[in-house]
């Protein structure tokens, strides 16, 4: 009996080798793909049209794999020792913070164009079907009686651009008056009931527990709510003015050299850039940076004067430290400096 | 000092399991611990009382201690009542209650933080029922509690139960016999003999608590000043990469409950020393 076990085991035990060996011989490569949480649907539709493209191109086999989680949790697991060959996160922020810890090389951000942003998204309002409250622009969110859902931009990457678009708006409105821009973003966040640590989890309280008249959200997320859980409960609202989100892609050098994976990780990135991999990003309800292919889906995403983190705020280390450090702008909103 | 630690052990082995447990403690508590200390240690003693008393941490540490506490002390209350029942009642359906008790040590808190959410929330099954009386139990303290005392109250429950099935129901109709009120025998038979593991209960649901983040960031609603958690304010620190931050935090709230644990293992001691003299 226990010889039969033995013999059982062994016999496994060979199969795996016979496996393991197998698939490291032949054309193969494997690339790992560390994103953030809403790009789970796009990469999966954009990694079988990568695979299919590299293969008639060079005959090899690529089988990439991807990881989702918070954007800045993600980062950390990359400076931890993930070994991602490319990131594509929600902020350059989280991806500078992989480059100080030695990743990536200094400069990554120009390395590919529109600041190494594929494709990008802006922040809209997700409101009840019919729009009671009469929701049309950031200045109608501090109305009294109007309740706000947002994520904790202390936890959440993403909803750092949430509460930037916010400033931007009041900014620009005030010519300039940062005081102004303050009290409008502490009278916006006084109306917020609930601050969730992610995206997903305020979407829960404003869709499933009823919380809030107003969701600001992503616009690709917000389409994608939509379509999910029906056109028949929420509209989108695109406000006049709002911020360009930029989630940038990177290689990670240190990570693709180690692998011998650069050449195909930078091609992979530069096939976002290619028609086909633009329409995948717009098919998801992002913008794509290309002006013909965006052209096709204008009618989907509504034509809306975007300011830039650069422009309005000098770049995410700037925005960074004067706004979600400790003591910062959105701290002062709550310990009432 | 080596002679007298060889005279104390009479049965063999004593210093290959030792070496283990020391081993193993190292590598699995002690290191990753310490691990704390030296990130922290990197900060300078006037940066880490700043970040430790800036006002939302020291919320946060009143809110986490506060609220564990009452979760514990409830816990306290309905799990020797629970244990008193699964021990001393037979009624159909006990195996499955029995088991029940387990769940919540077995569900990612994840799932029932979101559950209770889902319940509790003013348009759940609990939450309409509760709205008009005017309790709110979601996105407030009170729904933290709620949380804690879901993770928690399996501890009181295990750890009295075995004590309660030891105690002879003789002990009991001896004290009644000798004239006891039921109050009387419960309060001077019954629990001091249950007190230990009533504490010890008590202590495990209290550590628990301190340290739950996965249900709890689901029904808080994580507001500045009112609800966010300790272990919320370490993860907003890791979201900055702000490592040392956390890291400080994180070693006022190991210092704390290691304090704490040791008062009430001394008292656990001193109540169980009481036990046997008296």
């Known amino acids: 009996m226990s010889k039969k076990i033995l013999f059982n085991f062994i016999a496994v035990f060979l199969i795996f080798l016979t496996i393991s060996i197998g698939s490291s011989a032949g054309p193969k490569q494997s690339l790992l793909n560390v994103s953030y949480d809403p790009t789970r649907e796009l990469y999966q539709d954009f990694n079988k049209s990568f695979a299919a493209y590299w293969h008639k191109k060079s005959g090899q086999t690529v089988t990439i794999r991807q990881s989702h989680g918070g954007s800045g949790k993600q980062a950390r697991s990359v400076i931890d020792g993930l070994e991602a060959d490319v990131v594509t996160l929600a902020l350059a922020y989280d991806i500078d913070a992989i480059q100080a810890a030695g990743f990536i090389k200094p400069g990554w951000q120009k390395r590919l164009p529109h600041n190494s942003s594929p494709y990008t998204s802006t922040i809209v309002f997700l409101v009840r079907k019919g729009n009671p409250k009469k929701i049309r622009d950031w200045n109608d969110l501090v109305k009294p009686g109007v309740s706000v859902i947002t994520p904790n931009p202390k936890t959440s990457g993403g909803a750092r651009w949430n509460y930037l678009a916010a400033w931007g708006y009041a900014l620009r409105k005030s010519g300039g008056n940062e005081t102004k821009a303050k009290e409008f973003v502490k009278k916006l966040y006084k109306s917020v009931p609930v601050l969730d640590s992610g995206a997903r989890g305020s979407l829960t309280t404003f869709i499933q527990r009823e919380i809030g008249d107003v969701l600001l959200a992503w616009e690709n997320e917000a389409y994608l709510a939509v379509k999910e859980l029906g056109k028949d409960k929420f509209e989108i609202v695109t406000p006049s003015i709002s911020i360009l989100a930029e989630p940038p892609v990177t290689l990670v050098d240190t990570n693709a050299d180690k692998h011998g994976a650069r050449k195909i990780a930078e091609a992979y990135l530069k096939y976002l850039y290619t028609d086909e991999g633009q329409k995948i990003a717009a098919k998801h309800y992002y913008r794509p940076g290309n002006g013909a292919i965006a052209a096709q889906y204008s009618k989907l995403l509504t034509n809306v004067k975007l300011f830039t983190i650069d422009g309005v705020f000098g770049g995410w280390q700037r925005a960074q430290k004067k706004h979600f450090a400790d003591g910062g702008v959105f701290d002062q909103i709550y310990t009432g400096e | ?278």
């Open chain 2, 1 to 278: 000092m080596n002679l007298s630690l060889k005279k104390q052990s009479i049965l063999p082995g004593f210093f290959p399991s030792l070496g283990i447990t020391l081993l193993y403690l190292s590598l699995i508590v002690l290191i990753p611990l310490s691990t704390i200390f030296l990130r922290s240690a990197a900060l300078t003693f006037g940066r880490f009382m700043e970040i430790v008393t800036a006002p939302r941490v020291v919320a946060s540490f009143a809110l986490s201690f506060g609220a564990s506490l009452v979760a514990a002390v409830t816990n306290v209350f309905i799990g020797v009542l629970l244990a008193w029942v699964l021990v001393r009642y037979k009624f159909p359906g006990k195996g499955l209650v029995d088991a029940l008790v387990d769940l919540p040590f077995a569900l990612p808190t994840a799932v029932g933080g979101i559950a209770l959410t889902t319940l509790y929330a003013e348009n759940g099954w609990i939450g309409r029922l509760l709205a008009p009386l005017g309790i709110i139990a979601v996105f407030n303290p009170l729904g933290i509690v709620i949380a804690l005392i879901f993770i928690g109250f399996p501890f009181v429950v295990r750890t009295v139960q075995p004590v309660l099935l030891e105690l002879d129901v003789e002990i009991e109709e001896a004290a009644a016999s000798l004239g006891a009120g039921r109050v009387q025998t419960f309060v001077r038979v019954v629990f001091p003999s249950i007190l230990p593991a009533v504490l010890t209960g008590f202590v495990l649901s209290f550590a628990r608590a301190l340290g739950e983040y996965g249900s709890v960031v689901f029904i808080a609603g994580n507001m500045p000043m009112k609800t966010e958690i300790v272990p919320l304010m370490i993860m907003t620190k890791l979201e900055q990469f702000d490592i040392p931050a956390a890291t400080a935090i994180a070693f006022v709230m190991l210092v704390a409950s290691f304090i704490l644990l040791l008062l009430i293992n001394f008292l656990q001691w001193k109540s169980g020393k009481n036990l046997v003299s008296g």
